[in-house]
């Protein structure tokens, strides 16, 4: 028994590495609609946000959700976006938010990462993911409430 082991509990057996496959099984377990390219990184919409599950490291073991805020704001508004990100980063974990210009637009990234390097369950991959998909389309929805005027360039 662990220093930190209660008598009973899990043992890392039930631990088991990150995939591809786990995370689509986790996905199609609530229905939801996405693709798979080439590489294993996966794809898909959630509440009108782009999101990519990636993954990263040698034995890619880190899951690395990623979303792109949609609004047509322009780059003269790059530094007053840059304030809002790191406000909402000063007061939140996760995700991080970042601000990049691009063909003279804003882009807002939403990142979240985990390091899975001893494995998980099934039961963390889904709270992960949920979470992933929760905070990400909270951050940018919270900059939609900043730009009102500005179109989602996904509609």
């Known amino acids: 028994m662990?220093?930190?082991?209660?008598?009973?509990?899990?043992?890392?057996s039930d631990l088991a590495p990150l995939s591809t496959g786990r995370v689509s099984a986790c996905l199609d377990s609530h229905n939801w609609h996405y693709e798979v390219s080439d590489d294993g990184d996966i794809g898909g919409w959630w509440d009108g946000f782009w999101f990519v599950?990636?993954?990263?490291g040698k034995n890619r073991e880190i899951l690395f959700a990623h979303a792109v805020w949609s609004r047509g704001v322009p780059s003269t508004e790059f530094t007053q976006a840059a304030l809002h990100a790191n406000e909402w980063n000063a007061e939140h974990l996760w995700p991080m938010l970042s601000v990049r210009e691009r063909e003279g637009v804003i882009a807002v990234l939403a990142d979240f990462s985990m390091d899975y390097s001893y494995g998980l369950t099934d039961e963390q991959l889904d709270?992960?993911?949920?979470y992933a998909i929760d905070t990400i389309v909270s951050a940018l929805s919270w900059m939609d409430g900043k730009y009102p005027d500005y179109v989602d360039s996904n509609q």
């Open 2 to 12: 662990g220093y930190f082991t209660k008598p009973g509990s899990n043992t890392n």
């Open 127 to 130: 709270l992960h993911i949920k």
């Open 53 to 56: 599950f990636s993954f990263r």
